[in-house]
């Protein structure tokens, strides 16, 4: 099980003892020590360089992590594997992969739709069953 993800500008000592930050699909884990060791700084630089550095899915500018939509490449990573989240919708993505399955590469799609629901949904609108209805 991969934990929800890390900030590659911060990293709790803790953490680096007791989790692994993701799992490979060859099934070896990586620790946030290899993300460093495989020039993850200099891929987090580029990446903020070359492409809008926003949560993809809410738009937030807070505290944002860089998201692996695969680990296939990892240390040699194209660009697009990787999709900026902030720390709430990375959380969310994470849940979505872990808990209901949801494949790596399409997760943070699926938090952008429901943030996109969420927020057209209509407001204040009593539920149908409290509605009153009067006899024509």
Known sequence: ???IGIN????DPLDTVRRPL????DG?????EEY???GWKRKLRDFKQKRAWQCYACRSLERLHL????YDRFGHEHLDD????CASCHTAVHLLTNKEGLDLALAHKEQRRRIHLARHQPRHQPPADSI?????
Do not use: C, G, Q
């Open 22 to 25: 993701a799992v490979l699909p």
């Open 8 to 11: 590659p500008e911060f990293v």
């Open 1 to 3: 099980m991969s934990i």
């Open 67 to 70: 998201h692996h939509k695969t």
């Open 36 to 38: 460093y060791a495989s």
């Open 28 to 32: 070896r884990r990586i620790r946030p």
């Open 82 to 85: 990787l999709v900026p989240l």
């Open 132 to 136: 009153e209805r009067t006899a024509p």
